[in-house]
């Protein structure tokens, strides 16, 4: 074995030419696949037989399966710095892509931050329903007279915000860093929402507007500060499951939230509880993520150099303390990603309006109670929050097979996302007030197969730059929620009466049409920063 060893050393460093300059050994590399970093310290001026001998010294050598195995006895030097096969490759089969490492931890952080800003997000759609029928939820709490184009206001103003700090915030995470300024989102979220009840019956609906504006503010960088910390944190192989869990934790939110404004208002706490348990809970998750997140693995003290190097290296990451500038006019004038912006705003419209409209569909067609609105709008999320593990895994696990490329994957995944959502929708206006239970199963098949597009287009920011996928998000994101806005605004003009089936015929044959668009623009995937920005 020793002489297998002895071969494979004298092979090694055969392609290295030694030099001695200034009492140093250098060692160059002439024709090595090695990375020429894994062999860049110098060492004393001795002869270099004399330092491999030394320094092998303080090793023993075992045969494990054909594998040579070196184990550190007694030596000063990181086992880790010669621990590295040849030639430098970093396998999703190892340990380090499959043990639980510091980067599931900053995953798991992000999910619960983003699970917090969903729930705090959509709130007020069931909420809303209490607040102005207390027939429905506990009578012993105000009641406001608001009407249905008041509470479309409402809904709507959060996007007036949301809108305007995408791209800002972009800017801000590459600057100042996404770690902090997805804290600092997170806890002004919390904060505000914890004053609307205050603020609604002595201010008005007004002041509650305002309040959802100043969330939306804060909320239009959270999908920046997450693209960015997630194109740091992944590696390729992972980038579609952690992904998914990532804006998975949205969607359980959205379980949790709607469940919990369903029965919440009818209890002794009343309709105000609902924003006062959210926005704590947000301001906790704040705190947490401002204390143990990272900026990225660079930056932790306490990540494991192989974790890291695991990371580093499927990332092709190459340390720096330069500031990269945002290349605007590449990103500006790339064909990629107007498509990605069109499939994203198409995608938006379609979503949203599930989101904000749902609830108050189901109370007024199928008249149901505050707390069964509540349930019936969260089943669709959980099941799709449950459809996104296997979906997330069968993709990342084909393209690690390399049985689909990932261009391939994330078509297949969009279309899937989009389509399906879109089929379902159209049985919406098909329906009578005693099919409350159909409604239902179209409702659920239409959110869950709707997750699949984090396996889509949602990750193909990162596919097309990696180190500027923050900006891309914000751009796109930008323009995708401007759809946001108008979703609830257009479906309130169509739809004077929801019990209507031609006018809800109409809306959702409008639905259907703009996300099935989205499936003729093309998700690519450049294999260099260049070919984007």
């Not at 110098?42 to 270099?48: E, G, H």
């Not at 359980?252 to 009343?270: D, E, H, M, R, W």
């Not at 109370?363 to 593990?389: E, R």
Request: charged share 15%; aromatic share 10%; hydrophobic share 45%.
């Amino acid at each position: 074995m020793s002489e297998a060893f002895n071969e494979y050393i004298a092979d090694t460093l055969s392609d290295y030419s030694i030099h001695s300059e200034d009492s140093d050994i250098r060692v160059e590399d002439s024709d090595s696949d090695l990375d020429p970093r894994r062999i860049s310290r110098a060492v004393p001026l001795r002869t270099f037989n004399e330092y491999i001998a030394d320094t092998l010294s303080d090793y023993s050598i075992h045969s494990e399966d054909s594998d040579t195995r070196v184990e550190d006895s007694d030596s000063d030097l990181d086992p880790r710095r010669i621990s590295r096969a040849v030639p430098l490759q970093y396998s999703s089969d190892s340990d380090d892509s499959t043990r639980f490492g510091r980067r599931h931890l900053q995953i798991l952080l992000m999910a619960l931050g983003f699970f917090c800003c969903y729930a705090i997000r959509v709130t007020t759609s069931v909420t809303l329903e209490a607040m102005t029928n207390a027939a429905i939820a506990n009578p012993d709490f105000i009641e406001f007279s608001w009407d249905d184009s008041t509470k479309d206001v409402i809904q709507s103003s959060f996007f007036w915000g949301y809108v305007c700090t995408q791209i800002i915030g972009s800017i801000v995470a590459q600057r100042w860093g996404a770690h902090k300024l997805f804290s600092l989102a997170q806890f002004m979220c919390g904060f505000v929402t914890l004053l609307i009840p205050l603020l609604a019956q002595y201010c008005g609906w007004e002041a509650v507007c305002v309040t959802r504006v100043i969330a939306g503010l804060f909320q239009g960088t959270v999908l920046p500060c997450i693209h960015t910390l997630l194109s740091k944190w992944v590696p390729i192989e992972e980038r579609g499951t952690m992904s998914t869990f990532v804006y998975a934790g949205g969607w359980i939110g959205n379980v949790i939230c709607l469940l919990s404004t369903g029965l919440l208002p009818a209890s002794s706490l009343g309709w105000p509880s609902c924003f006062y348990i959210w926005g704590a809970i947000t301001v906790t998750s704040s705190m947490l993520f401002f204390t143990v997140g990272k900026e990225s693995p660079a930056e932790h003290p306490h990540i494991a150099q192989d974790e890291k190097e695991y990371i580093e290296g499927s990332l092709g990451i190459i340390e720096t303390d330069q500031k990269l500038s945002t290349p605007w006019a590449k990103i500006l004038t790339s064909g990629p990603m107007w498509a990605l912006m069109a499939t994203q705003s198409a995608h938006t419209w379609g979503f949203w309006l599930l989101l904000t409209k749902i609830p108050s569909y189901f109370t007024s067609v199928f008249h149901s109670k505050i707390q069964k609105n509540g349930m019936m709008s969260a089943l669709p999320y959980l099941v799709a929050w449950l459809f996104s593990f296997p979906i997330s895994y069968v993709s990342d696990f084909l393209i690690k097979r390399k049985v689909l490329t990932v261009q391939a994957s994330r078509k297949i995944c969009n279309t899937i996302g989009e389509w399906v959502p879109a089929i379902a929708l159209l049985g919406f206006g098909y329906i009578s007030k005693e099919q409350d239970t159909v409604a239902e199963a179209i409702l659920i098949i239409a959110v869950a197969s709707n997750i699949a597009i984090y396996c889509g287009h949602n990750v193909n920011h990162m596919d097309l730059s990696p180190n500027f996928a923050g900006p891309l998000m914000g751009i796109t994101n930008t323009v995708a929620n401007i759809c946001s806005i108008l979703a609830p605004l257009v479906a309130s003009v169509m739809v004077k009466d929801p019990v209507d089936s031609i006018e809800v015929k109409c809306e959702q044959i409008v639905t259907f049409c703009i996300p099935a668009f989205s499936v003729n623009n093309s998700i690519s995937v450049s294999p260099t920063e260049h070919a984007v920005v």
